[in-house]
């Protein structure tokens, strides 16, 4: 037993590792430009040896960035998805250049919620955790009260917390209020699918 919990230690520790370097490597490349879609580690300036993935303790994933400038836009926009069939993480950021130096901060904190979040469906595949469908667009509510997005919610929503230092029910609240255009959940919906989050991450 003792053996099997450290074990599981060290794979923790080996995805938290992993997480931080993607978050390090998006953040280097946006700074360098300011539009573009790049993939990594492939398109890394440092990127010597052409490495074309990342390697997590179970498998290896990559990521796909797309930078966007949108002058429009109040402050900036993160979204992300897992295309598991690839092991590829999608990553878009859309942001306003005048903000672009200000934003960093907040940007490396909702970069380290997407990237936990998309890298706990990369675990809920490897492990057989949850049964994937076929991958298909489902109605808002139905995807966001799915099991296994409820269970990434908590693992990007946890990481976001050891980031900032802020309380979970915070982060979860505050994401649901900002990103009405990303989950298109109606204020009953949210607050359903906020204490299902809420109960996971109680209970895990």
Do not use: C
């Amino acid at each position: 037993m003792i053996e099997i919990k450290k074990l599981l230690l060290i794979e923790k520790s080996e995805e938290t590792k992993l997480i931080r370097q993607i978050v390090r490597d998006i953040i280097t490349v946006f700074k360098s430009n300011d539009e573009g879609e790049f993939y990594l580690p492939e398109d890394l300036p440092n990127n010597d040896e052409e490495h074309m993935e990342y390697f997590s303790p179970k498998t290896s994933v990559s990521v796909e960035l797309t930078i966007e400038e949108l002058s429009d836009l109040d402050n900036f926009l993160v979204n992300a998805y897992f295309a598991r069939n690839e092991n590829v993480i999608e990553v878009k950021i859309v942001y306003n250049p005048r903000n672009k130096t200000t934003m960093l901060y907040d940007l490396v904190g909702e970069l380290n919620e997407v990237i936990a979040h998309e890298m706990r469906h990369l675990y809920q595949k490897e492990t057989g955790m949850f049964y994937f469908s076929d991958e298909e667009e489902l109605p808002p509510f139905e995807y966001y009260s799915d099991s296994k997005e409820v269970d990434a919610q908590v693992a990007g929503f946890r990481r976001m917390k050891n980031i900032t230092k802020r309380p979970f029910e915070t982060l979860v609240r505050n994401w649901f209020s900002t990103h009405t255009e990303i989950h298109n959940l109606n204020k009953e919906e949210q607050e359903e699918i906020i204490q299902m989050i809420l109960d996971r991450n109680s209970k895990i």
